[in-house]
DNA sequence: TTTCTGATTGACTAATCGCTCTATGAATAT
DNA sequence: ATATTCATAGAGCGATTAGTCAATCAGAAA
């Protein structure tokens, strides 16, 4: 068949399915059907239609962070790992809008309680570390770093769900990236200089 | 029967089943039976399910902007205004943390396109407008007001999360609720004085 | 070739769910 | 008292869906 073998040729219609109908709404035969393999065939790569949704996630977050480790490296000041951190998170947002929004609402679904409580916690643990040691070396705000990380990430939801509802122009999409990043550096940085 | 009519009997019940089964987990029948109704009186008052579950999210949204027109009164300066809309609207979420996860939940699934945009903009009207003009009177960063918005938005939604996963003292749980407004604040007003 | 293993199919099933419908009850108006 | 209207019940229907299963196919191993 095609390039993509069958399973993740599942879990691409999958995806497209789930975040135009929703995951009941969306029936395994359709699915099986649109990504070209027959019912039976989903559920021998795929035990349940719940583990299909589980799987899809981790993937997806597996995806994510493989691009934000490569992309986002480790040199430069402070500042600009969270930069890199928050203008790679939304580019990889706005080149992948379906599983971005799939996140979002596989995190406000009854599927999340699937997940173990510590997967989730590894699936941020880079990012929970950057916040954690730049907290402690006093170049952020005295706040828990978890708080820290939960604003910073909810920066990048926010205006990811500004900028695809809104039709802009790309160098106007680059000046409120970096407008924004701003506005949540000023936010998180410690003002003092020690 | 009990205090509530039947009508608010049943959305208050379907609201506790949708955020803990999602939509499609929840049967009508199961609906009907925990509000104490037969499954013919639910679909008495409510023509089919998805407006059932339309009619929960306008009711709760109309709660929610009926609650915050009480308590945000519209005296003080700007930064009164916002730091009030700032806290009741957090103060509202963590006394309905069911109806207030409820309206992402809604947001994040396919019925979101069942509400008209209009119906949509109109339940958010006053906040924009109160952007609007703080961003004409040069009192906000000179940045287009739906996305000072939606950035206040998603800091409460953000601080929503982070409070309701943690254990927090009520007296911290106020202190932090202060905190994170200053943050927005300084995040969202204009360092010229003019 | 023969055998074995995993992939693939699609018809089938058992169960569920949204919604209808008829019958009855209760309340108010005439 | 009668009529009218709305509320309520709950059995039942038609449609849909997740998941199964027996049969076939393809390729590798022997």
Redesign the interface.
């Known amino acids: 068949m095609s390039k993509l073998d069958k399973p993740e040729k599942i879990l691409a219609t999958a995806l497209k399915l789930f975040v135009?109908?929703?995951?009941?709404?969306t029936p395994t035969s359709k699915i099986a059907s649109e990504a070209g393999v027959s019912n039976g065939t989903l559920f021998h790569y795929f035990k349940t239609k719940d583990e299909l949704v589980v799987s899809l996630y981790t993937a997806i977050k597996e995806e994510l962070n493989q691009y934000l480790a490569e992309k986002a490296n480790e040199t430069g000041d402070v500042k600009e790992k969270f930069r890199n951190l928050f203008r790679y998170s939304l580019a990889w947002a706005l080149e992948n809008r379906d599983a971005f929004?799939f996140i979002?609402?596989f995190h406000?679904?009854?599927h999340l309680g699937l997940v173990p409580d510590e997967e989730i916690r590894k699936q941020s643990e880079k990012h929970r570390n950057l916040f954690q040691e730049a907290r402690d070396a006093k170049a952020l705000?005295p706040?828990?770093p978890?708080?820290l990380m939960?604003?910073s990430?909810?920066?990048i939801?926010?205006?990811f769900?500004?900028l695809t509802a809104?039709t802009v122009s790309a160098e106007n999409q680059q000046q409120?990236i970096n407008?924004?990043f701003e506005?949540?550096w000023?936010?998180?940085v410690n003002p003092e200089k020690p």
């Not at 135009?20 to 709404?25: R, S, T």
Request: hydrophobic share 35%; no cysteine.
């Open positions: 135009a109908y929703g995951f009941h709404g929004y979002q609402q406000f679904s009854p705000k706040l828990p978890d708080l939960m604003l990430m909810n920066q939801n926010g205006l769900q500004y809104q409120q407008d924004v506005l949540t000023t936010m998180i």
